[in-house]
């Protein structure tokens, strides 16, 4: 059993994941899914912050568990052990903690470096990550039923791929960004046609067009 998974990320018009003014609504929609979880790609994470602050003895401590806490459990996966910035969002307003994605070709000392800070963490794939397992072990062992993403297009694009998308979800902001942004499905490669359903149209903040489409099987 796995987490139904949907992906949510906001575009423009000409399909580009940057390059908007506003991200409000993104956020704003984002909560109505009930996840339990969020899954963000590592480039997304890397490219967060340009500069943050060093670690303090908190970024060594894991987070408390409250039942009453409803912050969402975040996710990560990096199998090439770039990311040495978690403790910027851990335990922050929209993040509880994080469970990083590894497979067995991630560094050691990236394993260290996550044991040294009490970071959770699933081994699962031999070279990327291999989400069918990771997500197995999410859906048993840390209860998760809800996921979304909240990656720029190569994540979800891989997720598409393996048939783990169960819902996309889209923001259509009012712009056109142009060729100077990266589009959403540049790395999309389908052997046949993947059939849609759609089954949310809503405009938000009179400007944004909502959209959800189920994905067939
Ligand atoms: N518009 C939106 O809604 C939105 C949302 C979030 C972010 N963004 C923007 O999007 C940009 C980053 O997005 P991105 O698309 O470049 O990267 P991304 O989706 O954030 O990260 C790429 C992820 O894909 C994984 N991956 C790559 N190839 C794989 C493969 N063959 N098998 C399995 N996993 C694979 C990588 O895993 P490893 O780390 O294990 O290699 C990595 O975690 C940022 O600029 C950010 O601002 C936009």
Redesign the pocket.
Known sequence: MRPKVVMH???SLDGC??GFLETGV?YAVANRFNADMVL?????VY?AAEHYPPETEKAFTKPVNRPDDKRLMCIV????GRLRNLHVFRDSEYCKDFIVLVSASTPKSYMEYLNERNYDFIVAGDD??DYVKAFEVLYSKYNCRIIRT??????TN?LIERGLVDEISLVVSPCLVGTGE?HLFRSLFLLKRMPLELISCETVDKNYLFLIYKVLR
Request: no cysteine; aromatic share 8%; glycine share 12%.
């Open positions: 990320t906001q575009i994941v940057r993104y963000f790609g590592s480039e997304t490219t996966p990096d199998s090439r990327h990550v909240d990656s720029g297009g190569v994540l891989v990266a």
